[in-house]
């Protein structure tokens, strides 16, 4: 009996379907750190409920977690070893994304969160920006809800302007369609910004009490 319970178990645990490898290459060091690391932290937070709840179809996920260190050389590195680990998708929250984007295109593997605005990368087609118009509804959605929650009337909208200047029109225009909500301050930044305090200033005497920080890290955000 023992004997062929040692096989039984043997058998399945072979037969326990293939992890599902995703790699992430983040610039969890540097210029801004900080904000790229929360990002990364909802894709871990993701596997790891994914996982909980039995996976997707029976397969984990294995998440591999590259840092970058906003280097470009050591990206095109890293990006080559997940491309050599069999990832099937790639999350990008890096600053220097235009150095190794290429290479994953050329092994045909999709990526998710182009959030710096590359421009398309025509050869590969599998690129899901987060900026797409649903995502866009939705967040807009929820700012305009956590706005209302915090009692603010007359709102600041700081965004920077390689990624979010796009959709920054539509998020205002759509503050200034609700009832009692007014956006009286819009600015470009830049993300590597260390102190906001000049737009901070202005956007207060605009007469501003709420403040949408798209750009930045958070700490130079909150410490302004």
Do not use: M, R
């Amino acid at each position: 009996i023992t004997a062929a319970t040692t096989v039984l178990s043997t058998q399945t645990a072979s037969a326990a379907p293939a992890p599902i490898k995703v790699g992430v290459i983040c610039s969890c060091t540097g210029a801004a750190g900080e904000a790229e690391t929360l990002v990364t932290n909802s894709y871990l937070a993701w596997v790891k409920l994914t996982n909980a709840s039995g996976g997707i179809a029976g397969h984990k996920i294995q998440l591999i977690n590259e840092n970058d260190q906003t280097n470009p050389g050591l990206a095109v590195t890293e990006a080559n070893t997940l491309v050599s680990d069999g990832v099937v998708a790639v999350e990008v929250s890096s600053l220097v994304q235009q150095a190794f984007l290429s290479v994953l295109a050329s092994a045909n593997i999709p990526v998710v969160g182009e959030s710096f605005g590359i421009p398309g990368l025509p050869q590969n087609t599998d690129v899901f920006d987060p900026t797409d118009t649903l995502s866009t509804t939705v967040a807009t959605a929820s700012q305009i809800a956590l706005i209302k929650a915090s009692s603010v009337h007359k709102v600041a909208d700081l965004y920077e302007s390689s990624t979010t200047s796009a959709n920054s029109p539509a998020i205002v225009s759509s503050i200034n369609a609700t009832p009692v909500l007014k956006v009286v301050y819009s600015v470009s930044t830049s993300l590597t910004e260390t102190n906001y305090e000049s737009e901070c200033l202005a956007a207060q005497q605009a007469g501003a009490t709420g403040l949408i920080a798209g750009t930045g890290t958070p700490a130079n955000i909150e410490a302004t």
